[in-house]
């Protein structure tokens, strides 16, 4: 049963323009939502956090969007640059003793061309 | 800075070989984590710690165990390893109390068993 889900495999965008990266769950038990990047041969990379209590968060080029009626939230990429191109995942953390355990989605694949 | 160190990069194991797998963090994290990470998956959670000698199964436990002695340095144990078990080994750690939760990840271990 796959309580966090990225439905898109990969993605791909034109350098300058939007990268939207969805992700959606099932689990109403999730309180926070993190995204990460990868790139090959490296571990993943801390991007961004939403709060449940918060629909929206914004740290530079990147912006999280959190639907709670939907169980959605996205990830914006505002310019996308060639150097974004990595494996992005969302993740979810319950709220009480969950000892910090998130759930991850599959993954999408960016790739921004130049 | 957050900093998780994994004893290896890159790792030629022959099928019924004995693995061990080492992970050290920096930030006196509560919380440790070792997942696998294979291509459409996403990273799938193999065990958790969240105290010194404290361990919970997470999703994909079989053929594995692992060992807390010491609160930074968390080891994955391959009891007999198996080609199944060729993949990349992620090992993260986190505070609920601090940075809300994220996990910070180290490089990884890309395995193979021949």
């Known amino acids: 049963d796959q309580q966090v889900k990225q439905n898109s495999p990969s993605l791909s965008v034109q350098e300058g323009r939007i990268s939207i990266l969805n992700c959606d769950y099932t689990?109403?038990?999730?309180?926070?939502f993190l995204w990460y990047k990868k790139y090959p041969a490296e571990g993943p990379t801390f991007l961004i956090s939403i709060s449940s209590i918060k629909d929206k968060n914004e740290d530079g080029r990147f912006t999280v969007f959190l639907n709670k009626s939907a169980k959605h939230l996205s990830l914006h990429i505002v310019p996308s640059q060639p150097g974004d191109s990595a494996v992005y995942f969302c993740a979810a953390l319950p709220g009480g003793t969950s000892y910090g355990k998130l759930t991850f989605g599959q993954g999408t694949i960016l790739t921004v061309h130049p | 800075d957050v900093k998780v160190t994994q004893s290896s990069r890159y790792l030629v194991k022959r099928t019924g070989e004995k693995v061990f797998l080492e992970c050290v963090q920096d930030?006196?994290?509560?919380?440790m984590f070792w997942y696998r990470q294979d291509p459409g998956l996403g990273l799938r959670l193999i065990y958790f710690s969240y105290d010194v000698k404290m361990k919970e199964k997470g999703d994909i436990p079989e053929g594995y165990s692992v060992s807390r002695e010491k609160k930074e340095r968390f080891s994955l144990i391959l009891e007999s390893a198996s080609t199944n078990q060729t993949s990349m080994y992620l090992c993260?750690?986190?505070?609920?109390?601090?940075?809300?939760?994220?996990?910070?990840f180290g490089p990884g271990t890309r395995l193979l068993v021949l």
């Open positions: 689990n109403s038990m999730f309180d926070y």
């Open positions: 993260a750690s986190s505070s609920l109390i601090r940075q809300g939760g994220a996990q910070y």
């Open positions: 930030m006196d994290h509560e919380n």
